[in-house]
């Protein structure tokens, strides 16, 4: 099932939800406004008074009135959001391997106070990781294929989804930064 992309009033992204949890949000009300057509309809019971089958359209973006605090932070880091920033390419050897053999590599490592953040990981392949060892990028004679960054709510979102309905895209792929959106 395709999950629904919430955005707060703003229009700034915020989460990805199931098709009960932005049931909820419509439900109570706090749906500001849709973009795109209903993908699901969500059926309840019947109506005791009229005996009509209620029915509830969900849309693939819904903003939502509140307060939100999600997109103030940079977005969480997991390896699997990374290694889709880097597309599944060793950011040392630049060839393209499957999960499997891919690492997270700290530039700065963690043993010489390198920090567990965006700009400070790369994706590597287990061999070039390995032969890197302890060291930076310079100190292995190793250079970087690319500068590390954090990625924005929305290519975060982007990221870590891969069923992706088109409105849905269309939005995301708006919010990213120029010249970024070439990996989506």
């Known amino acids: ?60 973006v819904i903003a939502v009135r509140g307060r939100h605090q999600g997109s103030i932070r940079p977005p969480a880091l997991s390896n699997q959001t990374l290694f889709h920033r880097d597309r599944h390419l060793c950011m040392y050897c630049g060839k393209h391997f499957p999960l499997r053999e891919l690492t997270r590599d700290h530039i700065i490592p963690i043993s010489r106070k390198g920090r567990d953040i965006w700009t400070n990981v790369v994706t590597a392949c287990r061999s070039c990781n390995s032969r890197k060892d302890n060291r ?35 939005f995301l792929v708006a919010q990213v930064p120029a010249g970024r959106n070439r990996i989506f």
């Open 136 to 170: 930076t990028p310079d100190e292995a004679h190793m250079p970087l294929l690319a500068v590390p960054f954090t990625p924005t709510w929305a290519e975060y979102l982007l990221l870590s989804n891969r069923r992706i309905l088109a409105d849905q895209m269309e």
């Open 1 to 60: 099932m395709h999950l629904v992309l919430r955005l707060d009033v703003g229009g700034r992204p915020m989460a990805w939800e199931t098709w009960e949890e932005a049931a909820a949000h419509y439900v109570r009300g706090n749906v500001a406004w849709t973009l795109g057509n209903p993908f699901f309809t969500a059926h309840g019971g019947i109506c005791r008074r009229s005996g009509i089958l209620s029915q509830l359209d969900i849309h693939p």
